[in-house]
């Protein structure tokens, strides 16, 4: 007897969804993915987790697109996607964090799905093993005196050090980072045999539908592509963008008219207090203008030493409660730099003398904006600090840092706190002046897809990428959009995989 052909799913996007759905579906079924960056991999030197911000850094980046956010009060702000295979995980997954086990169950309910689905996901997924292959290996980032005195500052303050990997209750202690010994570890990492197939630099331009309403495929920028399943995974801005051009169509297609798209979406606000030490700490700042520091540096990475090379900067954290509702709301990080402007966007990049930060991420924030379609493509407004009680996290959160910083033993090492005078005065113009994109869209496509992430009215079309989450488990989105992908498959395989046969 021949063996059974295997249905064709198409999936849009090869970023961090798209590839973990692809490596999971590609035994049972024919998987093609359609990738609008031409490029498979950047240089072999920006693995080393510390060396991809020279990319974000950089005027210029094939690697990078750069674009940009306008906030409530007309400032222009950086923000970036990428355009490399494996999405944002490639270029930016380094902080690790699982989140809020709570939030995780009301994200889950939507789609029909358990937390011990989750664990189920996050144990195939994730190691702590630096040996385990075909994995995403996880590591802690590398401790120092600052590290040190900001955990017992905060133990003495009643926050226990406990797993920064989650934030259900307050805990503080190192962060985790998506890296091996050596070098960054993402969704490429999980891939072991390539079965499917990948056309690089090709957008999704159309979804066809037939008259009788079946889905047939996909129109790209080069070809037709026909398919049994298509599934969107090119995150907010790529999903929702093909949508909401199918909308714009002359005759708007019956399947798409009552969806809900491109309202609902998020992104987490960013925002920073710079902190001169007394001393040097080892911080980026001594290392960027020191060729013998940065010999030492990569010296001691070569050897297995841990050192920051092995992640972005961030080193240890705290969640917090600060509103005291009995919900983590916040988590701060220490960062091992200061700088003027986030990703050096005024022209500068890291304070001549030695320092730190404390970069400050309200978790689940309640504003919400919207994307649109513009002569110049997608219009992203997240509509930061639309509601008050985002502001009144922020402004609890400045305060908090103020009163730690000025706490033993953290206070010893300090110098000056950039802007003090300022950050006591007026929180609210401090805010305003300094907050940033945190790079973490999600929503525009909640509202239309169902319990199975099939979008309402169209069978065989799916979406699984950001823009299908209300809300955040965490303060970063990398393993959520990893592990909401990884359920999706397992889903997508029990509803699908015995029509394939029986259809045969």
Known sequence: MEPLEKKTVLIVGGGTAGLVIANKLQDAFKVLVVERSEHKKYPFRFRVPLFIGILFRSKQ????????????DGRHIPSFESNVLGGASA???????????????????????????LVASYNEIYTTSQTESNKINLMFASQNLIDNAFIKTLKNKGIPEGDMNYSDVENCGPIYNTVKKYFRTSVLSLISKKQFQIFMGESANQILIDEAGKLVGVKTSKRVIGADYV????????????????????????WIADLDIGCGVQDHANLRVNVITKNEIGSLNEIEKSFSKKLSMLIKHCLGKPTLMTGTGATSGVHLDLDGDGEVDTRIQVVQFTETGRHGSDGKYFRGESGFSLS?????????????????????????????????????????????????????????????????RDPERYIYDNIFSGHHLIGGAYNAVDSDFEVKGVSGLYICDASVLSEYAASNIHSTVVLISDIFSKKFMSNNLYINNLDK
Not at 92 to 115: E, P, Q
Request: hydrophobic residues 40%; positive net charge.
């Open 61 to 72: 980046s094939k690697y990078i697109l750069k674009k940009e956010f306008i906030l409530q």
């Open 231 to 254: 599934i969107l995974s090119a995150g907010v801005i790529g999903t929702c963008s093909l949508l909401l051009r199918e909308k714009e169509n002359v005759s708007i297609p019956k």
């Open 360 to 424: 400050i991420t309200p978790i689940n924030p309640l504003s919400k904006g919207s994307i649109s379609l513009g002569k110049g493509g997608a219009i992203v407004n997240p509509s930061y600090l639309s509601r008050k009680e985002d502001m009144d996290i922020l402004k609890l959160s400045l305060s908090f840092c103020l009163k730690l910083l000025d706490s033993e033993p953290l206070r010893n090492s300090i110098k000056e706190i950039i802007s003090k005078n300022i950050l006591e």
């Open 91 to 117: 270029i930016n997954g380094c902080v690790h964090t699982i989140g809020s086990k709570n939030i995780w169950k009301s994200i889950l309910d939507k789609f029909n799905a358990s937390y011990s689905d």
